[in-house]
């Protein structure tokens, strides 16, 4: 088992001494590069003057960092719930959905991911995350509502959400979706889809809930990836969740709503111990400095064209798709069932590149937003070399 022992910049160190090219990034979270100077400090200085103070006080981070999002996220009159991570943010919103709404149904679709505590299981389409649990959550025989009233139906598939609600329309809480899915292969949505979902959540009183918790906060080149796809004079949905990047690779997760729908998350509804932790927002906000001043957002952006460019130059026989946005890449190797990522990993790290694959068929590249050519072109060899090396 591969032990991590130290990281800067881009470069991640094992125990024995090998030094890797990071596109794993604690899966996402280490856009600003390992170890990044302002980061450390503000996180050091934040520690050294206030390191906790509970959800009974507010603090003057919690409060920079609400501020920073609200200008930053497309949602209107935003607030902000904080949390310690993903799964955590996105129960927030499941909460506030069913509280919102009354209703008793939420719509998610295949292949999502939406966390492991056990409502974001229920939301979560894999059924090996859920399976074990199912006896305490309610799984309908008939498999009809998988668990907990989730309904799910093809993603990217507008026809198919529509008859969900010409079925259903009147339990629907929310629909939920991921603008870019991640742990499901690296699938962008259309902006037909999402504006399309939008008009579809409206005419039935039901939220729209995005989940940016992997292709948020700057990795596709804006601050969210609902604007990357619809456009900033576009809708806007109704929740909105972060993590991953948001702390620059220290803890913190967020649910942001409209002011109106928060109401409904009054004092007691819901909490954490730890969510808002002063150090965790001050790294948010070292992360959004950081990302503006030194132009983050143009370099996460460029990254796809320029390894689509890298790859029509230096082709490889066995990769069939390269699609994602901005800095959250997919490399797809051979055909979808054939689990062809998943077998070179070995030879990958042995070729110098930490990446994922998710769903088996996909090499995932989640490079810090720092990130340039010579980093892609690195990765990109690194595929090859493996793919060349490895046996089908
Ligand atoms: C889209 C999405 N939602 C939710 C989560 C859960 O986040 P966490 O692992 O921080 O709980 C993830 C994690 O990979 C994710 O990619």
Known sequence: MFEADRSS??????????????????????????????????????????????????????????????????????????ANTGTEATEAGLKLALRATGRDVVVTCERAFHGRTIGSIALTANPKYREPYVRCMGEDASGRFATMNVVRVAFGDLAALEGVFAELGPRIAAFFVEPIQGEGGVWPASKAYLVGARELCDRHGALLGVDEIQCGFGRTGDWSAW???????????????????????????????????????????????FGGNPAACAAALATIEVIETEGLLGSARAQLPTLQRLAEAEPCAEVTDVRGLGAMIGVQLGELDAGRAAAITPALAAAGLLATTPGGHTVRLLLPYVAGEAELLEAWRAIATACAQTPR
């Open 227 to 273: 604007e990357t796809i619809v456009g900033r004079d576009g809708p806007r949905p109704d929740i909105l969740w972060l993590a991953k990047a948001m702390g620059g690779g220290f803890p913190i997760g967020a649910c942001l709503t409209r002011a109106e729908l928060a109401e409904h998350m009054g004092p007691g509804t819901h909490g954490t111990t």
């Open 9 to 82: 910049a881009l470069r991640l160190r094992d125990s024995e001494g090998r030094v890797y090219l990071d596109a794993v990034a604690g899966i996402g979270c280490a856009v600003l590069g390992h170890g990044h100077r302002r980061w450390v400090d503000a996180i050091s200085t934040q520690l050294s003057k206030l390191a906790s103070a509970s959800n009974t006080f507010t603090t003057g981070p919690q409060q920079r960092l609400a501020a920073a999002l609200a200008e930053r996220f497309p949602v209107d009159d935003c607030r902000s719930f904080f």
